[in-house]
């Protein structure tokens, strides 16, 4: 389970990091392939978002067309599962400070925190 304790930088590619630097931020990081988040750290951090799990999806992503997920209709506790099984279908970077998060994507909503 990842310390939910901010803030923090989910990532999966160690050069997401520079530009966070580069921009102000100070975090510490996670990467979600090393350190797996569990099923009640990311509803705690899309609560943070204030997105529903399906926003979080990453629908250009080879696993989202060979799940069918543009097609099916899932539960929101489907798609956390299916987020946990298969880290890739997670937008990211995302930066969490305090009650907050922001998907860095464009890196300008990184304002909205720093």
Known sequence: MVALTA??????M???IGVFKER????????YYEAP???KDLKALLRRLGIAPR???RKNEQVY???????RELSDDELIRLMIENPDLMQ???????N???????IENLDELL
């Not at 102000?24 to 990467?31: M, P, R």
């Open 55 to 57: 926003d979080l999806l």
């Open 7 to 12: 803030p923090f930088l989910i990532f999966s």
């Open 100 to 106: 907050k998060a922001v998907l860095a994507r464009p």
């Open 65 to 71: 067309r060979d799940l069918g997920l543009a097609k």
């Open 24 to 31: 102000g931020a100070d975090f510490e990081s996670i990467n």
């Open 37 to 39: 988040l569990t099923e």
């Open 14 to 16: 160690a050069s997401e």
């Open 92 to 98: 990211r970077p995302i930066l969490v400070q305090g």
